[in-house]
């Protein structure tokens, strides 16, 4: 089974910029369609962005629309996440996962990462 961790998360000042990394244990399928979702304290855990591996066909949540932006390399089987513009509400623990569907919901996504954590500061 596939193994994915995030890493690159930390403190960032509003207006700041961070790049986030998802390393998965295996290749990634060209069928796959990787996504990245945060969850803040209280909330649910909501969609941000994802790629389809193969066409890297890209879909964006309207909040960061304009400020983040998503890539892949083939080669480490690795997704990447590029924060510009960082926001207070930006804040959360940051996901990468695998599914199979060009989805923006949680449910059709099946392996997922143990999280990093993102703080926005004002």
């Known amino acids: 089974q596939v193994q994915l961790v995030e890493s690159g998360g930390g403190l960032v000042s509003a207006g700041g910029s961070l790049t986030l990394s998802c390393a998965a244990s295996?290749?990634?399928?060209?069928?796959?369609?990787m996504g990245w979702f945060r969850q803040s304290p209280g909330k649910e855990r909501e969609f941000v962005a994802l790629?389809?591996?193969?066409?890297?066909?890209?879909n964006f949540a309207d909040s960061v629309k304009g400020r983040f932006t998503i890539s892949r390399d083939t080669a480490t089987n690795t997704v990447y996440l590029q924060m510009r513009s960082l926001k207070p509400e930006d804040t959360g623990i940051y996901y990468c996962?695998?599914?199979?569907?060009?989805?923006?919901?949680?449910?059709?996504?099946?392996?997922w990462g143990q999280g990093t954590q993102v703080t926005v500061s004002s």
């Open positions: 295996s290749r990634i399928y060209s069928s796959a369609v």
């Open positions: 996962a695998r599914g199979s569907q060009f989805s923006t919901s949680t449910n059709d996504y099946r392996d």
């Open positions: 790629i389809r591996w193969s066409s890297t066909t890209k």
